[in-house]
């Protein structure tokens, strides 16, 4: 299982934004392997980590952003949109053949989406919850955002990109992925 603690840190934005390199650096790993089996083993700990950073941040990040952000609500709903795509080409690489060419063509235009949403949370929410937040609300995030992380679905899930739902939903999908992550492991 894919290490999504990236660094000891007491604000939640460095702590996301370090994942955000960490997944930057994972997508060369897949893109880069040396074999079937490393591709394989690359991309299921780059879904894993997706997909739980994205579940805390719908649970944990964006509520406060939109409590405390101005326009908070427009940002975190093109924020939404665009993670509701990405979840949506992330369940298609899954369906495809990690060996093929239109597997490596889609994870390159997925890389760059993700790429792009990432800096776009970054500048239009990050920031100004840097700014705008205490420090010590900024550390409890990063105990929110880490414990969210610990029970989140390990794959994705489109349509389920809020907070409520990932509360009434994440709990059930997050038990069913984690059973088939570990039986998927065991057969290999």
Do not use: Y
């Amino acid at each position: 299982m894919v290490e999504t603690f990236v660094q000891s840190t007491e604000d939640v934005v460095e702590f996301l934004r370090g994942q955000h390199n960490q997944i930057n650096d994972m997508f060369d790993d897949v893109l880069h392997a040396s074999g079937s089996k490393a591709r394989e083993k690359a991309f299921v700990d780059l879904r894993h980590l997706l997909a739980v950073h994205e579940t805390a941040e719908e649970m944990v990040v964006h509520p406060r952003a939109r409590q405390d952000i101005e326009g908070g609500d427009i940002i975190v709903d093109a924020r939404l949109q665009e993670e509701h795509d990405a979840k949506e080409h992330l369940s298609a690489l899954e369906a495809m053949d990690i060996d093929s060419q239109e597997f490596l063509d889609e994870l390159t235009l997925f890389k760059a989406a993700v790429i792009d949403h990432a800096e776009r949370e970054e500048t239009e929410e990050f920031n100004r919850l840097q700014r705008d937040l205490e420090p010590d609300d900024l550390k409890r995030m990063v105990s929110a955002v880490r414990a969210a992380q610990a029970i989140a679905p390990t794959r994705p899930h489109p349509g389920v990109e809020s907070a409520v739902l990932n509360f009434a939903v994440g709990p059930f999908a997050s038990m069913l992925d984690r059973a088939r992550d570990a039986i998927s492991a065991a057969l290999r």
